[in-house]
């Protein structure tokens, strides 16, 4: 049960990190932001960290 469960949450993230890709690439970075931060809290280990403070940074510098 813990299995499936843990299983599923990494499909989750992917879902959460295929459709931040989406966003960045129709150029809607805040959307593609928190679509990263979901995918990031159900899997530490997705890889997003960068991309997520690269975001955060770039919307800092030039508010909307």
């Known amino acids: 049960m813990c299995f499936e469960r843990k299983f599923y949450g990494y499909q989750v993230a992917n879902a959460y990190r295929l459709l931040g890709d989406l966003y960045q690439q129709a150029d809607d970075k805040k959307a593609a932001l928190e679509a990263y931060k979901k995918a990031l809290e159900r899997n530490p280990k997705i890889g997003l960290k960068k991309i997520i403070a690269k975001l955060e ?7 909307v």
Request: net charge negative; charged share 45%.
């Open 57 to 63: 940074k770039e919307q800092i510098d030039s508010p």
